[in-house]
């Protein structure tokens, strides 16, 4: 979505689905094999919303995810780099 609309309406599309209560169900995805720049710039513009909380942004880029694939905390952990080793 990031890339096929202005980053004016992005943010406005995104804001509708926090205040909507979507909040824990945003995920960040891409199928983008063409134009692989854009996942960064994916990427950088949910980083770039003032409007969203640090824990709003980790939800999006990967906590939803991981609930959504039943990932165990072990996983989470190990994907974030506390594996506690």
């Known amino acids: 979505m990031n890339w096929i609309l202005p980053q004016e309406e992005f943010y406005a ?3 509708s689905l926090i205040r909507s209560g979507f909040g824990d169900r945003i ?3 891409s199928d ?3 134009w692989a720049q854009t996942i960064e710039e994916g ?3 949910v980083n770039s919303a003032d ?3 640090l ?3 980790e939800d999006i880029l990967y906590d939803n995810a ?3 694939l039943g990932l165990s ?3 989470i952990q190990m994907h974030k780099g506390n594996s506690g080793l």
């Open 55 to 57: 824990e709003q942004k």
């Open 51 to 53: 409007f969203l909380s």
């Open 13 to 15: 599309y995104l804001k």
């Open 32 to 34: 983008q094999m063409v």
């Open 66 to 68: 991981a609930t959504f």
């Open 73 to 75: 905390e072990k996983e």
């Open 43 to 45: 990427i950088d513009a």
């Open 27 to 29: 995920m960040y995805g």
